[in-house]
């Protein structure tokens, strides 16, 4: 195996990387959610302009238009939460499927609501539908990881051109 990131399914721990990274994408997240709505606007903007650069959107015309501000502000905290769920995916590799799998959506579910929360007491609106994209996020980098396990394991298996699907 090599040192760095454990195995899925073997009881090496994880790197301090993947912590680090954790903690990363958990400050950026909540730190976001600190601040106040005229900044989170601005810092919004500047986001919605880089997009608009490299995404042009098609409108029901089927002219091209520029993606709107909602549309943008979702889908990034979608992405936040795609890449944590990622990364929790990967710090739980030692444990269960089946454990792995709900302690992902548990961790994944108590931050969008402490995300939601923080939001509250900052002036901010606070929305459940926020909370459901942001744990559709947390879904998604943990199918995502998944995905890549199972492609990883299927190289390692060899030659045969069939996926293995043992138990780990």
């Given at each position: ?5 454990a ?12 912590w ?45 238009g ?16 795609a ?29 969008a ?56």
């Amino acid at each position: 195996m090599k040192k760095g990131l454990a195995q899925e399914g073997s009881q090496a721990p994880c790197t301090k990387w993947v912590w680090a990274l954790l903690a990363a994408v958990l400050l950026f997240i909540w730190g976001n959610s600190l601040l106040p709505p005229s900044w989170s606007w601005r810092v919004s903007g500047v986001v919605q302009e880089a997009v608009e650069q490299v995404l042009p959107v098609e409108q029901a015309d089927g002219q091209l238009g520029k993606p709107r501000g909602f549309t943008v502000r979702k889908l990034a905290h979608m992405s936040e939460f795609a890449l944590l769920g990622a990364l929790l995916a990967l710090l739980t590799c030692a444990h269960s499927r089946r454990d792995r799998v709900a302690l992902i959506l548990l961790l994944g579910l108590l931050a969008a609501l402490i995300d939601e929360t923080i939001q509250k007491f900052t002036g901010r609106t606070s929305s459940v539908l926020d909370v459901w994209l942001d744990f559709s996020g947390v879904v998604l980098g943990l199918f995502l990881a998944r995905l890549l396990f199972f492609l990883r394991r299927r190289r390692q298996d060899g030659s045969s051109g069939r996926p293995s699907f043992r138990e780990s």
